[in-house]
């Protein structure tokens, strides 16, 4: 089975402080793992996944097998980037299965 | 390209009714992914299909039936609607070549609520 925790319903930080978006997954392969968002009054969208190790919009997530984890971080958070932040993931190959946390909505005050 | 879209946008059905949501994938998408999202909550798997049939299957009752038609469209029909059927249904697609590797294209969804 595979399963997505995001332990926290809100987060709020103040404008350029640091963000974290904590994630942890239980899966007994080796996954793919992504972070979606969706900002007000918009659709769920991609912002990043694991095997392409890219920066989008600033934010960076590491997938930590040994701790089952992959966080999601910015060094400096922008008014523009609240929202509510999904982490997901899926196996691979196959006719995948994508798993989806309940999400945090990130809050960034001015 | 106007992307997954998904008719109609709201929907309103009594309990015991049945009802069928609609999602068109994004243009060169071939594989269809449906969700339930319920207030306050993650997305849901409801199930997957490709090439006309269902592929992967969530926890959901046989209540929920879909079907995908030669041009990818596709269609989920709940029957025997109950309240706690509400929430959002969302619509995804993707490329079954390349997998979910490079990410769902999501539809706005369809409101669902039971009375």
């Known amino acids: 089975a595979q399963r997505v925790t995001q332990p926290e319903k809100l987060l709020s930080v103040f404008k350029g402080a640091p963000v974290e978006l904590k994630c942890n997954y239980s899966?007994?392969?080796?996954?793919?793992l992504f972070w979606y968002v969706q900002y007000s009054r918009q659709r769920l969208q991609l912002l990043l996944r694991?095997?392409s190790r890219e920066s989008i919009k600033g934010f960076t997530a590491d997938l930590n097998k040994g701790e089952t984890s992959f966080h999601l971080k910015k060094p400096f958070a922008q008014e523009e980037d609240s929202a509510m932040y999904y982490c997901?993931?899926?196996?691979?190959?196959?006719?995948?299965?994508?798993?989806f946390g309940t999400g945090t909505k990130l809050q960034v005050i001015p | 390209d106007a992307g997954v879209t998904q008719s109609p946008t709201h929907l309103i059905k009594t309990r015991g009714q049945q009802v069928t949501l609609r999602c068109s994938p994004k243009s060169g998408h071939d594989t269809v992914s449906w969700y339930q999202q319920a207030l306050g909550q993650g997305p849901q798997f409801i199930f997957q299909y490709y090439e006309e049939e269902e592929r992967q299957r969530g926890n959901f009752p046989d209540r929920f039936s879909g079907h995908q038609f030669p041009n990818y469209s596709s269609e989920l029909n709940v029957n025997a609607l109950l309240l706690g059927d509400s929430a959002l249904y969302l619509c995804?697609?993707?490329?079954?070549?390349?997998?979910?590797?490079?990410?769902?294209?999501f539809g706005s969804g369809t409101r669902l609520t039971v009375v």
């Open positions: 899966y007994s392969g080796s996954p793919e």
């Open positions: 694991h095997i």
């Open positions: 997901a993931l899926s196996s691979w190959g196959g006719y995948q299965k994508v798993t």
């Open positions: 995804a697609s993707s490329e079954r070549e390349t997998g979910t590797g490079v990410g769902y294209t």
